[in-house]
């Protein structure tokens, strides 16, 4: 009598039909054409006028002239750089932005910091994003209590690399930047390239359950993992730099720029009671968006989730007091804490209710 086939495993299965549950599909690529007004279009628009046209390219030819000051210096930006900004006004690439996951965002971003040269150095307060202020979704909200049945004594940082893995494209995108920054191979660039892919690609709800997934206070091997999501004995320096010259690599870089100039619009606190300027979501999206570049935050140890630069302001000199203002935007910044500045409290982690079982 022949013996019944044995059954298949039904968890990977089960788990793949419980995706869409836990998960919302991955974000598409916004195209140009779903921005209110990125800088792409508006280049195209001022290239059909002639003197617009002419004005750009005098810009452009400016911005190889400006000299990167620091952030005690006044703006070096030649008065007729700045005659040429004042003709483009009334042209929609003054009021132009770029997306954070849109296609040629490099392209869109050098448009946006060739018509605001005035944005482009200076003080240290970037404080006007060159992103689209898009309306972000409520507050996320996953049921996991089903990743209770492959692994119900994990924490929730192995659940969410779970998740990830179980997605072919963060599978993917984890994947690359994991042999990119890797030990024995570590290239910093390489590295750094691949954590921003990353962050840029995947689903929101994957990379930020992988970066913020909450760890008990004493469960240091959570807070491990969650701390090498952005690989740091590679994406970081090994030797602690002055942060004061993070700052100067990263504003002569028009992504990093960028990055920076959305993170202090959208994290800054706007009085001493710590009340933001925007809304927590927003202040997280934008930290997000500094990791792989050149002032990539991350946790400072496994033990709490306190997060700061990887630099120092010793031997800062007569700058000593705007590097420690750079430094504390990061480490005592009431706009990446859930609660009141007196508390200590660092980024606003997801909750998990135990009663409801989802990560609130």
């Keep these: 009598m ?82 040429a900004a004042q003709q483009l006004r009334n042209s929609s690439l003054m009021s132009c932005t770029c997306h954070r996951r849109m296609k040629n965002q490099a392209t869109c971003l050098d448009i946006y910091w060739t018509v605001h040269p005035a944005r482009s150095l200076g003080d240290y307060e970037l404080d006007v994003s060159p992103y689209e202020d898009t309306v972000t979704r409520k507050p996320w909200k996953m049921n996991l209590s089903k990743l209770n049945m492959l692994k119900p004594d994990s924490d929730l940082c192995l659940k969410f690399a779970m998740l990830c ?70 994406s970081l320096p090994s030797e602690a730099p002055s942060c004061l010259e993070l700052w100067h690599i990263c504003v002569s870089d028009p992504l990093c720029r960028s990055r920076l100039a959305d993170f202090q619009t959208h994290c800054h606190p706007m009085d001493i009671l710590g009340t933001c300027a925007t809304e927590q979501s927003k202040c997280l999206r934008a930290y997000m968006g500094l990791i792989g570049t050149a002032m990539t935050p991350n946790f400072v140890s496994n033990v709490n989730a306190s997060v700061a630069l990887s630099c120092t302001c010793r031997g800062s000199g007569n700058l000593q007091e705007e590097c420690e203002r750079l430094e504390e935007s990061f480490s005592r910044n009431p706009c990446l804490s859930n609660s009141s500045p007196r508390t200590g409290q660092p980024l606003p982690f997801p909750r998990w209710n135990a009663r409801t079982k989802t990560l609130l």
Aim: a positive charge; charged letters at 20%.
């Design 2 to 83: 022949a013996r019944p086939p044995s059954p298949r495993p039904l968890l990977p299965a089960l788990l793949l039909l419980l995706l869409p549950l836990l998960l919302r599909a991955g974000d598409h690529f916004p195209t140009e054409g779903r921005l209110m007004n990125s800088c792409i279009q508006a280049r195209r628009k001022c290239q059909a006028d002639p003197t617009c046209n002419a004005t750009y390219h005098y810009l452009n030819s400016c911005a190889s002239s400006i000299s990167t000051s620091s952030p005690a210096e006044e703006p070096s930006v030649p008065e007729d750089c700045m005659e």
């Design 165 to 234: 893995t179980l997605n072919d494209k963060c599978d993917r995108l984890r994947k690359a930047y994991g042999e990119a920054c890797s030990g024995s191979r570590c290239q910093r660039h390489t590295c750094q390239r691949q954590l921003r892919s990353f962050f840029e690609k995947a689903s929101e709800p994957h990379a930020q359950g992988l970066l913020l997934c909450p760890c008990a206070p004493t469960d240091q091997g959570c807070g491990q993992r969650r701390r090498n999501t952005i690989a740091p004995s590679c």
